[in-house]
């Protein structure tokens, strides 16, 4: 067996790979393994997430590889957690001095043993983007009236970013279909899952909103305000989520709290159809089915953002934080595409 594990290590540092392009060509293994660009990312790092553990000496083999670390370091009794999401596969790559980062992912990609490239990038506000988001003159446009029977949320005729029919009477520069489509995904797949867990990593939701209450992921083994860790899972008061700023329970009071995290919330799933409100993409059909909201605050008083912890396994959400001393950062790592 062990002969085995070496004989694949050797042979992924062996052989390169070259994977099929558009049109039959190849294109490169960067391109294909990637799941963001250099843009705003780490120079220093590279986010490496392997095809089998066995694969690790073949990156640490790489020249101007100077480190490599797991991003997801399994405390005692979770390596079965760890293993499950894959998590044991991801490995931060530090880079010696003086080397390029696109020019070593590259190499690392090549490695037939490397699953996915991910580069090193944060979790910023838009205003501190280097190239912040575009925003674009398009006018706000109403659906028409037959499209608002789908859910009875009082304000959904004014969501026309769901669906936008190019109503003239309200602008003669409304365009059919200057939505994100979501509705032909409401009527025939999905309005949403309540098994699932949407992690808003932002300022505070505002759980005791009328239409968000009821989509809040509810810690049960957690007693509020009390104090106390009460299901012994790291976090105090966990019941909604955590401030990872003060560490503490959720909170959408702080002074530099802009409400965006209650907004977010309140996009990926306000409550449908529940006469209340709004209406979120993944909301439900008012049955209770729409995905559940965990609020992780990030930003917050002063920014600081050195409290910004590191993984809420019992839920799959994986969050981490860098070496102290260095520029706070939240990473994610989740599923992506064939991996
Ligand atoms: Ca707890
Ligand atoms: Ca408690
Ligand atoms: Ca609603």
């Known amino acids: 067996m062990l002969s085995l594990a070496a004989l694949l290590s050797a042979g992924c540092t062996a052989l390169r790979e070259e994977a099929p392009g558009p049109g039959g060509g190849t294109s490169s293994p960067l391109v294909t393994k990637a799941v963001n660009t250099t843009k705003d990312a780490d120079p220093h790092s590279v986010l490496v997430k392997l095809s089998s553990a066995a694969g690790l000496e073949a990156v640490a083999g790489i020249p101007g590889v100077k480190s490599l670390s ?122 949403g899952d309540s098994s699932i867990i949407v992690a808003v990593v932002d300022e505070g939701v505002k759980y005791t909103h009328p239409d968000l209450a009821a989509a809040m992921w509810t810690n049960s083994g957690e007693i509020p305000d009390n104090g106390i860790d009460d299901d012994g899972n790291g976090y105090v008061d966990d ?69 910004v912890i590191h993984q809420l396994k019992q839920s799959g959400v994986s969050v981490r934080k860098p070496e102290e001393g260095t520029e706070p950062h939240v990473y994610y790592v989740g599923k992506f595409g064939k991996a």
């Open 239 to 307: 019941v909604h989520g955590y401030n990872f700023v003060s560490d503490g329970a959720v909170s959408w009071t702080a002074k530099d709290d802009t409400g965006h995290g209650t907004h977010t919330a309140g996009t990926i799933a306000a409550v449908n159809n529940n006469g209340i409100g709004v209406v979120g993409v993944a909301g439900g059909s008012g049955k209770g089915d729409g995905v559940r909201i965990m609020s992780c605050i990030i930003f917050g008083d002063e920014d600081d953002r050195d409290g």
């Open 70 to 191: 797991p991003i997801f370091p399994s405390p005692p009794g979770n390596g079965d957690l760890e293993e499950r999401f894959g998590l044991n596969l991801w490995h931060e790559a530090v880079l010696e001095e003086g080397v390029a980062l696109e020019e070593l992912a590259s190499s690392v990609a090549g490695l037939p043993c490397v699953a996915r490239i991910e580069f090193n990038t944060a979790a910023r506000r838009p205003e501190e983007l280097s190239d912040p988001v575009p925003v674009y003159d398009v006018p706000a446009t109403r659906a028409g009236e037959d499209e608002f029977k789908i859910f009875n949320d009082p304000q959904f005729s004014n969501q026309w970013h769901y669906i936008n029919v190019g109503d003239k009477n309200i602008s003669e520069n409304a365009y059919a279909g200057g939505d994100i489509s979501v509705k032909d995904v409401w009527k025939n797949i999905t309005c």
